[in-house]
C-alpha cells in the first residue's frame, strides 16, 4: 500500500464532508472554503478565497460572521444564517490555538438546518389544523349524542366528519360496512341533518323482501294489477318517502331487472305503478348500505356498472367495532340504559365484567354487543351484571364448532336460543346475505331472515 499522505486525505476529508467549512487565518483572510459551503449558501468559493472576511461583510456577500466575533473574544460561536439558497443554517466558528494560546485559524462549521426548520413548521401547522379537527369534532360529538347515539372512538367521529359533510345536500351517499356496524343509525343521521327531517324516514330491507313482490312493495301497484291485489290499489315505499328519505339497506341483495328500475328512479325521478301507465313524480333522497363487495359484484356481473356508479357518488365506510373500541363501553352503556329505564331497574356492569366485553373482538359488531347486553341484563339476577352473565361471549371464543357445556344459571331454552343465534350469525358472516346464509343452514330465506331479526333488531 502506498504511503498515505495524510494532507492530500484531510483535503479530500474537507471537501466531502456533508457540513459547510470554511476556514480564515488569525487576520480573518479566506484559506479554505469547501463544497458543501457552496451548496448551502450559493456563493462561489471564487469569491471568497484570499478575500478578508471583514471586506466580504462589508460588501454584504456575508450577512454576518462568526469569524469576526471568535477573532474579537477568543471564544466559540454559533449563531443562526438563512442564505439566499433559501436554507437555514446553523453557522459554529470555532478558534484554533497555536502553542502560545494565540488564535492561528478559525474554523467555521455550517450544517444545514432547512428540512428540520420545515419539518417544525409543518408540525405547528399540522398541531393548528389538529386543534381545529379536534374541536370540529367535538360539536360533532355533541350533536351525535343528543340524538341518544354513541361516538367516543376517534374513528367514529372521521366517519361523522365525511356524514357531516353530505347530510345538508341531496347526494346519494351509500354506507358499506359489515352487518351489524350500525349503518341504519348513521342514516337516520343523515336524515335528522337534512332539509327533509320533517319529511318520512322510509327503511327498506332489500333482503327481506321476496323477489316477486319487491317491485310492487316498491313502486306500489294500481287497482287489478295482479290476483290478490287490494282493489283500491297501494303506494309503493318510494310514493311514502316522498319529500323524505328512502334507505335502502342491503342494497347488494336487489335483482338485476329491479336495479334497471332503480337506476331509472334515480335518473329520472320518477316512477311507475304496478299495473299503471302514468308516471308519478317523486321528490325523494336515496341513501342506501351494503355489507357486500358491491365492486366484485359488478366484475361478475351480478350488479349493474350503471346502477353503481349512481350510487357510489359519496360512498362512505362505516367500520366495524372491533376498529373503535373505545365506542365499546359508551354503547354498553347506552344499551343498559335503554333497558334500566324500559324495565325500571338499576342494573350496572362491574368492573370485571365490562372488561369482557372491552375485550371481545366482536365479529357481530354493534349488533352482537346489544345482543350480549340484553341477555346479560335477563341472566342477572343481582343489581350487578357479573363476568358469570357473560356465558354467550365465553362460548364464541371457544374453537369453532364447539360452545362448550351449559353454564351454570343459563337455562335450556335460552341456551339453545343462543345457539341457534350463533349458528345464524356466523352464517350470515360467512356469506354476507340471507339467501346464501339460509341455504348453507338447510332453511328457507324467509325463515333465516324472520329468526335473525327475533334475535336482533337493526
Given at each position: 500500500?502506498?504511503?498515505?499522505?495524510?494532507?492530500?486525505?484531510m483535503a479530500d476529508i474537507l471537501e466531502n464532508?456533508?457540513?459547510?467549512?470554511?476556514?480564515?487565518?488569525?487576520?480573518?483572510?479566506?484559506?479554505?472554503?469547501?463544497?458543501?459551503?457552496?451548496?448551502?449558501?450559493?456563493?462561489?468559493?471564487?469569491?471568497?478565497?484570499?478575500?478578508?472576511?471583514?471586506?466580504?461583510?462589508?460588501?454584504?456577500?456575508?450577512?454576518?460572521?462568526?469569524?469576526?466575533?471568535?477573532?474579537?473574544?477568543?471564544?466559540?460561536?454559533?449563531?443562526?444564517?438563512?442564505?439566499?439558497?433559501?436554507?437555514?443554517?446553523?453557522?459554529?466558528?470555532?478558534?484554533?490555538?497555536?502553542?502560545?494560546?494565540?488564535?492561528?485559524?478559525?474554523?467555521?462549521?455550517?450544517?444545514?438546518?432547512?428540512?428540520?426548520?420545515?419539518?417544525?413548521?409543518?408540525?405547528?401547522?399540522?398541531?393548528?389544523?389538529?386543534?381545529?379537527?379536534?374541536?370540529?369534532?367535538?360539536?360533532?360529538?355533541?350533536?351525535?349524542?343528543?340524538?341518544?347515539?354513541?361516538?367516543?372512538?376517534?374513528?367514529?367521529?372521521?366517519?361523522?366528519?365525511?356524514?357531516?359533510?353530505?347530510?345538508?345536500?341531496?347526494?346519494?351517499?351509500?354506507?358499506?360496512?359489515?352487518?351489524?356496524?350500525?349503518?341504519?343509525?348513521?342514516?337516520?343521521?343523515?336524515?335528522?341533518?337534512?332539509?327533509?327531517?320533517?319529511?318520512?324516514?322510509?327503511?327498506?330491507?332489500?333482503?327481506?323482501?321476496?323477489?316477486?313482490?319487491?317491485?310492487?312493495?316498491?313502486?306500489?301497484?294500481?287497482?287489478?294489477?295482479?290476483?290478490?291485489?287490494?282493489?283500491?290499489?297501494?303506494?309503493?315505499?318510494?310514493?311514502?318517502?316522498?319529500?323524505?328519505?328512502?334507505?335502502?339497506?342491503?342494497?347488494?341483495?336487489?335483482?338485476?331487472?329491479?336495479?334497471?328500475?332503480?337506476?331509472?328512479?334515480?335518473?329520472?325521478?320518477?316512477?311507475?305503478?304496478?299495473?299503471?301507465?302514468?308516471?308519478?313524480?317523486?321528490?325523494?333522497?336515496?341513501?342506501?348500505?351494503?355489507?357486500?363487495?358491491?365492486?366484485?359484484?359488478?366484475?361478475?356481473?351480478?350488479?349493474?356498472?350503471?346502477?353503481?356508479y349512481r350510487l357510489m357518488v359519496f360512498p362512505?365506510?362505516?367500520?366495524?367495532?372491533?376498529?373503535?373500541?373505545?365506542?365499546?363501553?359508551?354503547?354498553?352503556?347506552?344499551?343498559?340504559?335503554?333497558?334500566?329505564?324500559?324495565?325500571?331497574?338499576?342494573?350496572?356492569?362491574?368492573?370485571?365484567?365490562?372488561?369482557?366485553?372491552?375485550?371481545?373482538?366482536?365479529?357481530?359488531?354493534?349488533?352482537?354487543?346489544?345482543?350480549?347486553?340484553?341477555?346479560?341484563?335477563?341472566?342477572?339476577?343481582?343489581?350487578?351484571?357479573?363476568?358469570?352473565?357473560?356465558?354467550?361471549?365465553?362460548?364464541?371464543?371457544?374453537?369453532?364448532?364447539?360452545?362448550?357445556?351449559?353454564p351454570a344459571g343459563f337455562g335450556l331454552s335460552?341456551?339453545?336460543?343462543?345457539?341457534?343465534?350463533?349458528?345464524?350469525?356466523?352464517?350470515?358472516?360467512?356469506?354476507?346475505?340471507?339467501?346464501?346464509?339460509?341455504?348453507?343452514?338447510?332453511?328457507?330465506?324467509?325463515?333465516?331472515?324472520?329468526?335473525?331479526?327475533?334475535?336482533?333488531?337493526?
Amino acid at each position: 500500500m502506498d504511503k498515505i499522505n495524510l494532507d492530500e486525505w484531510m483535503a479530500d476529508i474537507l471537501e466531502n464532508s456533508f457540513d459547510g467549512i470554511y476556514i480564515t487565518d488569525n487576520h480573518a483572510n479566506t484559506i479554505l472554503v469547501n463544497k458543501s459551503y457552496e451548496t448551502i449558501t450559493g456563493l462561489d468559493r471564487g469569491e471568497l478565497l484570499n478575500h478578508n472576511m471583514e471586506e466580504l461583510v462589508e460588501r454584504k456577500v456575508i450577512s454576518a460572521s462568526g469569524t469576526l466575533m471568535v477573532l474579537r473574544t477568543g471564544q466559540p460561536v454559533t449563531l443562526q444564517q438563512e442564505f439566499k439558497t433559501g436554507k437555514k443554517a446553523l453557522i459554529t466558528s470555532s478558534p484554533v490555538f497555536d502553542s502560545k494560546h494565540q488564535v492561528a485559524l478559525v474554523v467555521t462549521n455550517v450544517r444545514d438546518l432547512t428540512e428540520i426548520y420545515n419539518l417544525k413548521v409543518e408540525l405547528k401547522k399540522n398541531s393548528k389544523q389538529q386543534t381545529i379537527l379536534q374541536k370540529e369534532l367535538e360539536h360533532m360529538r355533541e350533536q351525535f349524542l343528543n340524538q341518544d347515539v354513541v361516538a367516543d372512538d376517534m374513528r367514529t367521529l372521521e366517519t361523522l366528519r365525511m356524514v357531516d359533510k353530505v347530510k345538508r345536500l341531496d347526494t346519494t351517499v351509500t354506507l358499506v360496512g359489515e352487518t351489524g356496524v350500525g349503518k341504519e343509525v348513521f342514516a337516520k343521521y343523515i336524515h335528522q341533518g337534512s332539509a327533509r327531517s320533517s319529511y318520512p324516514f322510509i327503511k327498506v330491507n332489500c333482503a327481506t323482501i321476496p323477489e316477486n313482490l319487491m317491485e310492487s312493495e316498491l313502486f306500489g301497484y294500481e287497482k287489478g294489477a295482479f290476483t290478490g291485489a287490494d282493489r283500491h290499489g297501494k303506494a309503493g315505499l318510494f310514493e311514502v318517502a316522498d319529500k323524505g328519505t328512502i334507505f335502502l339497506d342491503e342494497i347488494g341483495e336487489l335483482p338485476l331487472n329491479m336495479q334497471v328500475k332503480l337506476l331509472r328512479v334515480i335518473q329520472e325521478r320518477e316512477i311507475k305503478r304496478v299495473g299503471g301507465v302514468k308516471p308519478i313524480h317523486l321528490d325523494v333522497r336515496i341513501l342506501a348500505a351494503t355489507n357486500r363487495d358491491l365492486e366484485e359484484m359488478l366484475k361478475e356481473g351480478r350488479f349493474r356498472e350503471d346502477l353503481y356508479y349512481r350510487l357510489m357518488v359519496f360512498p362512505i365506510r362505516v367500520p366495524p367495532l372491533r376498529e373503535r373500541m373505545d365506542d365499546i363501553s359508551g354503547l354498553t352503556e347506552l344499551f343498559l340504559r335503554q333497558l334500566n329505564r324500559k324495565y325500571g331497574t338499576d342494573k350496572r356492569f362491574s368492573r370485571e365484567a365490562l372488561q369482557i366485553l372491552l375485550e371481545y373482538q366482536w365479529p357481530g359488531n354493534i349488533r352482537e354487543l346489544k345482543n350480549v347486553v340484553e341477555r346479560a341484563y335477563i341472566i342477572s339476577s343481582e343489581d350487578w351484571i357479573l363476568p358469570n352473565c357473560l356465558p354467550m361471549i365465553q362460548n364464541r371464543t371457544r374453537e369453532a364448532g364447539t360452545f362448550g357445556g351449559m353454564p351454570a344459571g343459563f337455562g335450556l331454552s335460552a341456551y339453545l336460543e343462543q345457539l341457534e343465534w350463533n349458528y345464524i350469525n356466523e352464517a350470515y358472516e360467512k356469506y354476507g346475505n340471507i339467501r346464501d346464509a339460509a341455504a348453507s343452514l338447510g332453511m328457507a330465506a324467509a325463515t333465516f331472515a324472520r329468526k335473525k331479526n327475533k334475535h336482533v333488531k337493526d
